[in-house]
């Protein structure tokens, strides 16, 4: 597959299968085609700035979220929410341990 100016949207893939929304559904969630979402998941087209936040939006991710899949943004959003919630409470109390120091 190619990637179109350096981005690589296959993890957008990734996250709508671990949701189990077909891509027909995603695509009447954002307002654009189901042939859209194929091109943007096998990356033949990269989808604007709006269409990738409301993307991004549908399958609780961030944008960089659906870009890499190595990307620790896109691991993080992949975990359910009480796990995201514990690594959130992690990281506010290693933040007020810095600010005190």
Same mark, same amino acid.
């Given at each position: /597959?190619?990637? =179109?100016? *350096?981005?690589?949207? @296959? #993890?957008? &893939? +990734?996250? @709508?299968?671990?949701?189990?929304?077909?891509?027909?559904? %995603?695509? %009447? /969630? +954002? *307002? +654009?085609? &189901? &042939?859209?979402?194929?091109?943007?998941?096998?990356?033949?087209?990269?989808?604007? %700035?709006?269409?990738?936040?409301?993307?991004?939006?549908? %399958? *609780?991710?961030? +944008?960089? *979220?659906?870009?890499?899949?190595?990307? =620790?943004?896109?691991?993080?959003?992949?975990?359910?929410?009480?796990? @995201?919630?514990? =690594? #959130?409470? /992690?990281?506010?109390?290693?933040?007020?341990?810095?600010? @005190?120091?």
């Amino acid at each position: /597959m190619t990637k =179109i100016d *350096g981005l690589d949207f @296959r #993890n957008m &893939q +990734v996250l @709508r299968e671990q949701k189990n929304i077909t891509q027909v559904k %995603l695509s %009447l /969630m +954002v *307002g +654009v085609s &189901q &042939q859209s979402i194929t091109y943007y998941e096998t990356n033949t087209r990269t989808p604007s %700035l709006p269409v990738a936040l409301r993307i991004a939006k549908a %399958l *609780g991710t961030s +944008v960089e *979220g659906l870009i890499d899949c190595d990307n =620790i943004i896109a691991k993080y959003y992949s975990l359910c929410e009480s796990d @995201r919630e514990t =690594i #959130n409470k /992690m990281i506010e109390t290693l933040y007020s341990k810095k600010i @005190r120091n």
